[in-house]
């Protein structure tokens, strides 16, 4: 049924939501949010992009695969595998965390707040914009893990004015926050990201293309005009 290539896949996305819920958890995760910790969690998603981006795509994240899902990017059967593996990820690093620490973790949520619902959405909708951004045009893995893991860093700073600054349903679940703001803020910020990158600047690419090919390349007339001045010559 699951063959090695799904195995790795799976295991790519429990191990970086794991990674990633983990980073925040050892950080504290403080209602105010200072840079060097959303650097950390920046450079963490760096560094699952560098290790598990050939991989499965390194999403980690269920708002970023329901995003691409939105888009026709990713399989529905692939899309659900992916986010069950990204959630049991971030319970595993709770569960890992609480027995490493002797400790357990506090809920911070707290009751359902509009602002952080829209500080969520914004903050998402930022990193998946830097996803979108880097799949669209097709960079490098080092390139990657650097465009998403700033548009992290840069979305963890905005939304975390307004909120946790989680911006990840597993990370959520993970740190026992796991309510309508920190869950659908996120998912409808990958909806957002995603498929506004695609709206604004997939099409403009595609033209830009086009116009280059037909700048660069020489005319059917001239090219034939060269040949046979090329013939006239060799007979000459």
Known sequence: MFGRAKVAMLSAEFLGAALLTSCVLALGNAASINILAALAVGITLGIIVMLFGSVSGAHANPAVTFGLWTARKIETTK?????????????????????????????????????????????????????MAAINRSLSNSQSAAVIGSSLFIGIMIASVGSLALLNPAIAAGVNSFNAAYVLGPLLGGVVGVNGYLLLFNARSEKTKVTAVSISSPSPVKSSTKQVRRKAKSKR
């Open 79 to 131: 899309a659900v595998a992916y986010i069950a593996a990204q959630l049991l990820g971030g319970l595993a690093a709770w569960r890992l965390f609480e027995y490493l620490s002797g400790s357990t973790v506090a809920e911070k949520a707290g009751a359902f707040e509009a602002r952080v619902w829209i500080a969520e959405l914004i903050g998402t909708a930022l990193l998946t914009f830097g996803v």
